[in-house]
């Protein structure tokens, strides 16, 4: 049975000398830990703020938090490949589902994208809510599913900003339902044995468009920001926005190794 997972913010376990310390867990973690009923004696996981790994007993639970001494010392977790999702913005909480199943996955970040077709507009206070909001949920996603860091959910750009930001990508993959072909194993394969590096060394982007789709000026923009752009396909069914955008990731993560 995996152990319940917490991130810190500030804290270093390392760096702590006692034996027995309190856990500096945020507001919101301690709800959760209190939710949990953790007992002395019971263990959790913890990734500090140096992203090293630590096993801990719980040692003392107060109204105010939690005590702890370290059991195991794993390190900090390997990088490993990477893959980001740039998601159209969708309208109710079709987002919210994208980004906790994705973060599941595994996907490492996320950049929601405000298109030309996108059927939601956002003024500013609402995009920062929902960012704050989406933030969350792939930090409760993490913590549930294990994941060795929490995915980085970038504020809302157009897709020429976010075009602009993949130069360096192993390869940019634009899922398109307009794409007559194009298997994402096959151009994720033929990225890897271009630049000759491993899967492990990877940083794939996943590009899904919003329920109207991507426009063609928004789909040049992404193939042309890297060499290793193209269109792919998801098959003959046509998907939906929130569909693709588990599809997607999960299908590069599985050729990278990530689900294997």
Request: aromatic letters at 4%.
């Amino acid at each position: 049975m995996s152990l319940p997972r917490f991130f810190l913010d500030g804290q270093v376990l390392g760096a702590e000398v006692a034996p027995t310390f309190p856990l500096r867990l945020s507001a919101e973690d301690t709800r959760h830990a209190r939710a949990l009923r953790l007992a002395p004696g019971e263990h959790i996981a913890v990734v500090d703020a140096a992203r090293d790994y630590f096993e801990c007993e719980v040692v003392e639970v107060d109204a105010g938090g939690m005590a702890v001494r370290i059991a195991a010392h794993e390190g900090a977790a390997a990088d490993g490949a990477s893959v980001i999702l740039l998601q159209g913005v969708t309208k109710g909480d079709k987002m919210d589902s994208v980004i906790r199943h994705a973060t599941e996955l595994g996907v490492s970040a996320f950049i929601p994208l405000a298109c030309e077709r996108s059927v939601v507009r956002l003024d500013e206070k609402r995009a920062a809510k929902r960012l704050e909001r989406w933030r969350a949920i792939a930090k409760s996603a993490a913590m549930q599913s294990g994941q060795p860091a929490i995915p980085e959910v970038a504020g809302i750009m157009t897709a020429g900003d976010a075009a602009a930001l993949l130069s360096g990508a192993t390869c940019v993959l634009v899922c398109w339902e307009e794409a007559r072909a194009g298997a994402i194993g096959r151009a994720v394969r033929a990225s890897l044995e271009q630049l000759r590096i491993p899967a492990e060394d990877a940083r794939v982007a996943v590009v899904v468009g919003p329920e109207g789709g991507l426009s063609e000026s928004e789909v040049d923009a992404f193939l042309a920001c890297n060499p290793r752009a193209c269109t792919v396909t998801l098959g003959r069914s046509i998907l939906r926005t929130e569909t693709a955008g588990i599809v997607a990731p999960a299908l590069v993560l599985y050729e990278l190794g990530g689900l294997q």
